[in-house]
């Protein structure tokens, strides 16, 4: 079969490998489709400090059920489903208290163990989602992202009429933004440098769109009367932006973080007390993917509206490519594998 294999930072390519066959509590997937996420991009310039090579990345894929490992009952061969790619022990401290999303050894599909960038993959058969009538494969493989803005929306615990601001109209803020309309957020405000990115944010229903270079500060007195923005999700995850996060989140804000850079930032601390805000970490989702799947089979989330390229397998390189020289050009790739 292919694989996209990833030998070391920068050596990658769609190889020839075998095939594996179902293994015990597992489900073989023949894989229809996979997204090309930010997080294989990491790997792929080897900043991404969870990941051992040679690996198989891609963790946002869909596909049918081939074959059921010894032990594993009641999935239909055929089958079609996406995959949940968050793996915990369910012994450890935050999978006791229901948070296996940050359990103490966890696994990710696609990061720690092989993903979905191949014609045949196994996956825990308790990490299979059915995609429900009407639902396509494609709409399957971008389950996983959602589920990222779903994670942190819950997280940031919004309440009728707040208004939320999102940093970053990348994949991540987009789908965040296409998220919290479905979950009926009306005031939707994006921030991003790069006036394409904007254009989608605007498209995908933002309320207004703002340059990162404009006065934000000033924009968000202007716009709420000196209160400030009760939720903030930053999805630029730029380190050195925390601070303005907390100058113009309003009194009770909630400030959402998904970056995964070491580098600190400049945080000051009374900002946080004087006006007792939340700031929560999100990382991958805790069990979000019947709620995706509920809210796209409903048509509340329109999934398709996401994707920019759809390309064959063998050109998977050259998708690497586009993505790092032309972000602008790209929303999400989705990748063909066996469809
Ligand atoms: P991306 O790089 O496509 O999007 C980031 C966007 O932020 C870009 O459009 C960029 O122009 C914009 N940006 C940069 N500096 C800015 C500034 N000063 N003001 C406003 N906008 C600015 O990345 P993607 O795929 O959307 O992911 C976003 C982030 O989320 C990444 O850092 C990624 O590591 C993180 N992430 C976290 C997850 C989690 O579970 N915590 C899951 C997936 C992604
Ligand atoms: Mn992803």
């Known amino acids: 079969m292919k694989a996209f294999q ?6 990658y390519a769609v190889v020839e490998t075998k095939a594996p ?6 489900v073989l997937v023949k894989v229809a489709f996979a997204g090309i996420c930010g997080s294989d991009m990491h790997i792929i310039h080897g900043d991404n400090a969870f990941v051992r090579f040679p690996r198989i990345t891609g963790h946002e894929f869909a596909g049918t059920v081939e074959a059921l490992g010894e032990g594993v009952e009641g999935i239909e061969i055929g089958a079609r489903v996406c995959i949940d790619p968050v793996v915990s022990c369910g012994r450890c401290y935050p ?3 229901g948070r296996p999303n940050v359990c ?3 696994q990710v599909i696609g990061v ?3 993903g979905g960038f191949e014609e045949w993959v196994n996956v825990p058969a308790a990490n299979i989602h059915l995609l429900p009538e009407g639902l396509g494969l494609e709409a399957g493989a971008l389950v996983e992202p959602y589920s990222i803005a779903a994670n942190v929306l819950e997280r940031m615990q919004p309440l009728r009429g707040d208004r939320l601001l999102i940093y970053g109209a990348g994949v991540i803020g987009l789908t965040i933004l296409q998220m919290a309309r479905a979950l009926g957020i009306e005031d939707i405000t994006v921030i991003d440098l790069i006036e394409e990115r904007l254009a989608t944010a605007r498209e995908l229903g933002a ?7 404009e006065n934000v500060e000033v924009e968000v007195s202007e716009l709420t009367g000196g209160e400030g923005i ?3 999700a930053d999805a630029a995850c730029v380190p050195a932006l925390l601070p303005q996060m907390l100058r113009i989140a309003s009194p009770a804000g909630r400030i959402g973080l998904l970056g995964f850079n070491p580098t600190p ?4 601390q009374l900002e946080v007390i004087k006006k007792e805000l939340t700031l929560v970490g999100s990382r991958l989702n805790n069990r979000k993917f019947p709620e995706v799947l509920e809210r796209m089979a409903s048509g509340r989330l329109d999934p398709l509206a996401l994707v920019s390229h759809r390309l064959p397998f063998d050109d998977m390189p050259g998708a690497i490519h586009m993505l790092d020289h032309h972000p602008e050009r790209a929303r999400k790739v989705l990748i063909g594998i066996g469809a």
């Open 112 to 114: 720690h163990r092989d």
């Open 6 to 11: 990833v030998n070391a930072p920068l050596d």
């Open 230 to 232: 009760p939720l903030i």
């Open 265 to 268: 930032s400049d945080l000051v």
């Open 207 to 213: 309320t207004r769109i703002w340059h990162g270079k």
């Open 95 to 97: 999978c006791r208290i």
């Open 21 to 26: 066959r179902a293994a015990a509590g597992e």
């Open 104 to 106: 103490s050894a966890l």
